[in-house]
């Protein structure tokens, strides 16, 4: 399945309602209340936020009266637009240095965000293209965290540092970056402990092991990414606030886009926050998490007018 099949079909649940929305304005020539009304409806169950949405609709509205033959299809190209426009900036590849250059990436967020599943997913991804990575089991408190990471591992052919259930979480990332270092890696991967974002007790775990790694490299780790669950809507920009305020983020990975989410979470957290997004969780198999694509994005919630009316 090609790069842009599985952006469309990760997407294809959560963006029914806000396709639809602009399908049944496509042949209307001029869009009377009920028309906004809905596509306005549209847009915030997709969770896109208050001030995206507000702009679409305010830059339908400046278009429809610069222009009295502005159709209902041309409000699906002001609403791309707008999405393009905030989202710039938001597409950044993500480059290792070579071999005995390592680079410490830790993985935060809540429980149940997929966290454990990305960072196998991303050391598959990132062998596969040909750097040397190392898994580091370091969510010691989750019941079964550490088995669910190393079963990933074996069943991708990667290499992981664990500790036993309870383990003091620093000291198992100490290990990880001991260990990725002397096996010449680029790059180790910490599997945090999920933790509420509102609890300051859980938050100082992630400042010792941070503290921690900043001992055996100054700069570990070099790469904060939040894991956001993308259907959580507007709770993902909270969390992502704290968490970038408490701990310090460098990315955004966004998973599950393939059940109940609506897509727009991760408009909201980059407008608020201009975090690169580096990944969307599109799927469950090992190659469904894929790098963030601004135009495959756009084309899976709100294709053009021709591939709607196909649909």
């Known amino acids: 399945m090609g790069i842009f099949s599985k952006f469309k079909k990760g997407f294809q649940k959560g963006a029914e309602a806000l396709q639809g929305s602009f399908s049944k304005v496509l ?9 906004m009304a809905s596509i306005e409806e549209a847009l915030y169950s997709a969770d896109f936020g208050v001030e995206t949405t507000e702009e679409i609709i305010q830059n ?46 830790c993985m935060i967020g809540v429980n149940g965000s997929g966290k454990t599943t990305t ?30 990471l190393k079963a990933w591992a074996d069943r991708l052919g990667l290499e992981c540092v664990f500790g036993h259930h309870g ?9 990880t970056f001991s260990a990725a270092s002397a ?32 001992k055996r490299d100054e700069g570990a780790p070099h790469h904060s990414w939040l894991v956001i669950d993308g259907s959580t809507g507007t709770n993902g920009l909270e969390q992502a606030k704290v968490f970038n305020q408490k701990f310090g983020l460098t990315g955004l990975v966004v998973t599950k886009l393939d059940g109940s989410s609506k897509g727009g979470v991760l408009v909201s957290i980059y407008r ?22 601004i135009e495959y994005y756009l084309d899976s919630i709100l294709p053009l007018a021709q591939t709607l009316e196909s649909q």
């Open 60 to 105: 339908i509205h400046e278009a429809f009266k610069k222009d009295k033959e502005f159709k209902g299809q041309d409000a699906l190209h002001v609403a791309r637009e707008v999405l393009r426009r905030t989202l710039s900036g938001a597409e950044k590849s993500f480059i290792l240095p070579p071999e005995d250059n390592l680079q410490v990436l």
């Open 119 to 148: 960072c196998a997913k991303l050391g598959h991804l990132l062998k596969e293209r040909g750097d040397k990575v190392l898994l580091g089991a370091c969510d010691t408190f989750r019941a079964a965290a550490t088995e669910q």
């Open 167 to 175: 383990a003091d979480s620093a000291a198992v990332a100490f290990d």
């Open 27 to 35: 042949g209307v020539k001029k869009l009377d209340a009920n028309d």
């Open 272 to 293: 608020e926050l201009k975090l690169p997004i580096y990944f969307l969780g599109l799927g469950e198999s090992a190659d469904d998490l894929q790098p963030f694509s």
């Open 183 to 214: 096996r010449r890696c680029n790059l180790a991967i910490i599997d945090t402990a999920g933790r509420l974002h509102v609890k300051d007790n859980l938050m100082d775990e992630l400042f010792k092991m941070k503290r921690v790694l900043s």
